[in-house]
């Protein structure tokens, strides 16, 4: 049976939904070919790396305990440093989040009296009480007398390099840069112009320490900010670089000296990266390497897809679908919460898990507004997997992220259009 006439019995897809996704499908041929020749590039980049370090089926045995002398958990770690053109890294299944992983970077190598620098703005809300934004009695930074501040991205989402020159002082040993747009309408970071402010910090201030968060934006592009100069960059195994096999986990990749400083964050002083049971976990880990590069392929084309099909309805979008891309994260604007809710409901009416659930927007702990929130994955809270969420307030923005499967982000768009337009919200 040809999927046109199965989605239509089987979903109850009209035949004019389904001939409007294919002409928008004809514009994004040469864009999807673009996102292949990424794939390519970073496919080949991830096999070389398991090759050069002989990577063999008794890396994938379990260690319990201490876990000392663990084969896979070292060879792991130094195919991720390949990958990421970096001098070492830390990748461990006991770093539950990129909240985590970032924590332990900037407890690591922040001392009394430093500062630490966003130059990104402020930072993702599950950093706040690290630093001390928000929150009391919680051991942040702001505790431990270490200092903080930032600077806003311009208007047009390119670093303010003049008030970044200004804010760098001699206290300052960490900055910090987000690559990825999180919940904010801003543009996400291009490895390029990471390389650019790298640059010009370095040459205002040679030590300090370039910090990148790096969740949501593994292979989007050919390059990793540790290749751009950044010193650490670090992220989650249940985003891009865990390929939605990865259960959990986090990592870190960069220079040496500091890697090891972290590691004592993740254990002890004095132990650091040589303890650690793998737990059976290994090949879960390198397997969504494996396949991390196709999975982000396959969001990426879902992505563009979901922008194209939103800005023919008339909805505003950022990235706009033949935009640059440099993180995962696609942001509508949908001006109404009829339609951010129907959106949302149709991404989750698209899940293999959980879609016969029907979200509905609730006062999530921690929002100033109540939050819908749409997700059926395999791994709870993975993001590489599809999942869109929306704050229920003006503007009325719905962030959709992932998509392991290129078919599964087309069958979500269109369950989305369809229960938009039950709405009378949307004309095709």
Avoid at 29 to 38: A, G, L, P, T, V
Avoid at 109 to 115: C, G, H, Q
Wanted: with cysteine; glycine share 8%; hydrophobic share 40%.
């Amino acid at each position: 049976m040809h999927w046109k006439k199965y989605v239509a019995e089987k979903y109850g897809i009209s035949t004019d939904i389904i001939n409007f996704f294919d002409s928008v499908e004809l514009r994004l041929k040469s864009i999807f070919e673009k996102y292949d020749n990424i794939k390519a590039y970073n496919q080949l980049k991830v096999i070389k790396a398991m090759q050069d370090n002989n990577l063999s089926d008794s890396h994938f045995h379990a260690t319990t305990g201490y876990g000392y002398d663990d084969r896979g958990r070292e060879v792991l770690d130094k195919i991720y440093a390949q990958v990421f053109n970096a001098e070492d890294a830390l990748v461990r299944h006991q770093i539950t989040s990129g909240t985590q992983a970032i924590a332990m970077c900037l407890y690591g190598l922040l001392r009394p009296y430093d500062e630490l620098l966003s130059i990104t703005g402020k930072p993702y809300d599950t950093l706040e009480e690290v630093i001390g934004i928000r929150g009391e009695n919680c051991g942040s930074l702001k505790e431990l007398l270490v200092k903080y501040n930032q600077v806003e991205l311009k208007n047009d989402g390119d670093f303010d390099y003049e008030a970044i020159k200004n804010a760098i002082n001699s206290n300052t040993k960490v900055i910090m840069i987000q690559k990825s747009r999180g919940y904010s309408y801003r543009p996400s970071i291009s490895v390029d112009k990471i390389k650019k402010v790298v640059d010009f910090v370095k040459s205002i201030k040679r030590d300090v320490i370039v910090l990148v968060d790096n969740c949501y934006g593994e292979f989007v592009e050919i390059c990793e900010p540790t290749e751009a100069g950044a010193d650490i960059a670090a992220g989650s195994l249940i985003k891009n670089p865990g390929g939605g096999l990865a259960p959990t986990g986090g990592y870190i990749a960069g220079k040496k000296e500091y890697i090891e400083k972290i590691s004592y964050r993740l254990t002890s002083p004095g132990l650091g990266k040589k303890v650690g049971p793998t737990l059976g976990n290994n090949r879960f880990l390198i397997q969504g390497l494996f396949m991390a590069p196709h999975a982000v392929a396959e969001s990426l084309k879902g992505a563009s897809l979901c922008a194209c099909v939103m800005e023919h309805l008339g909805f505003e979008t950022s990235p706009k679908f033949n935009e640059d891309r440099f993180d995962i994260i696609q942001a509508i604007k949908f001006g109404n919460p009829d339609s951010v809710i129907a959106f949302c409901q149709g991404i989750q009416a698209a899940s293999p898990v959980d879609s016969f659930v029907v979200p509905e927007p609730w006062d999530m702990p921690g929002y100033d507004s109540p939050v819908i929130m749409a997700a059926g994955a395999f791994i709870q809270g993975s993001s590489i997997e599809l999942s869109a969420d929306a704050p229920i307030k003006p503007p009325y923005i719905a962030y959709m992220q992932g998509g392991l499967i290129y078919e599964h982000i087309k069958l979500a768009m269109l369950l989305s259009v369809k229960k938009m337009l039950s709405k009378g919200g949307i004309r095709l």
